[in-house]
């Protein structure tokens, strides 16, 4: 990256930001942008995140006329499904990172490590309604835990959802050289 890079952020929540923020030099000017990403409040499956994403990254680059910038990154978590061989499945939750350049729109793509959300809580939010209610807000109203981050009460505290976007974000600024 160049000296005093610019970077948009598809978002203002503090964990995304804080994300982006710990991928970059010190000295890179980092902007959170309130972006909608046009999808369900719980995203189900790998193409209905990426779409998110995606519009959250359109919808910041849109939203942003006038600042000369960098790279704008656009995240979105989702859940997926995934069939088991007794029968069962596994829920998990992930996210896509998209980062654009803007020197040659050159985009990368990078999926996060992904972690168990366990049924009980998919099923309840499903129940509410994956167009209102997300799984992580489930899980803190059963926890107790942050529903932004309940990657950490799951994982025991060895993993917070920004250390995971971080590694992602990571990922797709590399490809980009």
């Given amino acids: 990256m ?8 598809g978002s ?8 982006v923020k710990a991928c970059l030099p010190g000295d890179t ?14 995203p189900v499956g790998s193409a209905e995140t990426l779409h ?5 990254l359109k919808n910041t680059i849109q939203a ?11 995240m979105e978590n989702g859940i ?28 990368s793509y990078a999926q996060s490590a992904s972690i168990e959300f366990p049924l009980e809580f998919v099923e309840r939010a499903r129940a ?25 009460f ?3 505290g060895a993993r917070t959802r920004a250390a995971i976007l971080e590694d992602a974000i990571k990922l797709a600024l590399g490809q980009l050289g």
Wanted: with cysteine.
């Fill in 128 to 152: 509410r309604g994956f167009d209102r209610t997300t799984v992580g807000s489930v899980i803190a109203t059963a926890t107790g835990c942050n529903k932004q981050d309940p990657h950490a």
């Fill in 80 to 107: 997926l499904e995934t069939p088991l061989p007794d029968g069962s499945a596994v829920w998990t939750d992930f996210a896509w990172v998209v980062v654009e350049r803007a020197a040659d729109g050159k985009r």
């Fill in 29 to 42: 000017v980092v902007h959170g942008v309130a972006a909608a990403s046009g999808i369900n409040e719980q």
């Fill in 2 to 9: 160049a000296e005093r890079d610019v970077v948009l952020v």
């Fill in 64 to 74: 942003t006329p006038d600042v000369a910038w960098t790279y704008a990154v656009a």
């Fill in 12 to 19: 203002a929540s503090p964990i995304k930001v804080n994300a």
């Fill in 154 to 156: 799951l994982t025991g």
């Fill in 52 to 56: 998110g994403a995606l519009n959250r």
